[in-house]
């Protein structure tokens, strides 16, 4: 079972930084695509950014491109959300995600993390 624990998260100001990081067991990491959602208050839980198993291939929503940065370091067995230039509209908790297949994708993940509280002040 793959167990996947999210840290970094926190209080920051509008067009600060925070990096949010993911830890996971395994021994297979590199077999899996990673993912990052976030849910807001009130809202559905929406896709953030995507990378695949070998972190040639990313994905972003559209309202992150240029501001966030998804990596991974398969000797870690960790991968990263790096946030610039935040806005209070990316206020949310923060998911870290595993799905088996190594492709990039936005659906059918089925290994989560327990979420990270990111605030973005006015």
């Known amino acids: 079972q793959v167990q996947l624990v999210e840290s970094g998260g926190g209080l920051v100001q509008a067009g600060g930084s925070l990096r949010l990081s993911c830890a996971t067991s395994?021994?297979?990491?590199?077999?899996?695509?990673m993912g990052w959602f976030r849910q807001a208050p009130g809202k559905e839980r929406e896709f953030v950014a995507a990378?695949?198993?070998?972190?040639?291939?990313?994905d972003y929503i559209d309202s992150v491109k240029g501001r966030f940065t998804i990596s991974r370091d398969n000797a870690k067995n960790t991968v990263y959300l790096q946030m610039n230039s935040l806005k209070p509209e990316d206020t949310a908790v923060y998911y870290c995600a595993g799905r088996i297949r190594p492709g990039v994708t936005r659906t059918g993940y089925g290994h989560w993390g327990q979420g990270t509280q990111v605030t973005v002040s006015s």
């Open positions: 990378i695949s198993g070998s972190g040639g291939s990313t």
């Open positions: 395994g021994r297979t990491f590199s077999s899996y695509a």
